[in-house]
């Protein structure tokens, strides 16, 4: 038997997985649940390996950017978070702010950013505790 005869398992690709415990990573999951809620769109196709349907790429788009903006990850950590390449996580961060030119975008992008940031404000901050 040859070389060429073996059959060829296809190789699975490892993703960086977060753990529960990571606060940024709580932050992201928590931001992509509020843009899945504001966009109408559900959770599960956010997270989706695949594009999907255009509302619901400019939705992950939208949670990038925000992870982007609110959160202060640099586009290597984004692309992480949400298993994608640093260069997509830049494509998408252009890609919403050249919307952000209608003002019903840009409102909603607002509203998001506010709520985004004081998820992170809270996930991101060391618990007091209480004397």
């Keep these: 038997m040859t070389f060429l005869e073996l059959p ?3 190789r699975r690709r490892r993703r960086w997985r977060a753990s529960h415990r990571n606060r ?3 932050a992201c ?3 992509e ?3 899945a809620a504001a966009f109408a769109v559900p959770v599960a196709e956010v997270r989706a390996p695949s594009r999907c349907t255009a509302d619901v790429a400019f939705a992950r788009q939208s949670a990038m950017y925000l992870a982007h903006v609110a959160l202060g990850l640099s586009c290597n950590k984004v692309g992480r978070m949400f298993h994608r390449d640093r260069t997509t996580a ?5 890609m919403v702010e050249e919307r952000r030119d209608d003002p019903a975008v840009d409102r909603m992008l607002d509203m998001l950013e ?15 505790v209480r004397r």
């Design 114 to 128: 506010s709520v985004c940031a004081e998820l992170a404000r809270g996930r991101l901050e060391r618990p007091q």
């Design 29 to 31: 999951w928590l931001m």
């Design 90 to 94: 830049a494509h998408a961060c252009l």
């Design 24 to 26: 940024t990573a709580q």
């Design 8 to 10: 060829q398992r296809p």
């Design 33 to 35: 649940e509020a843009v």
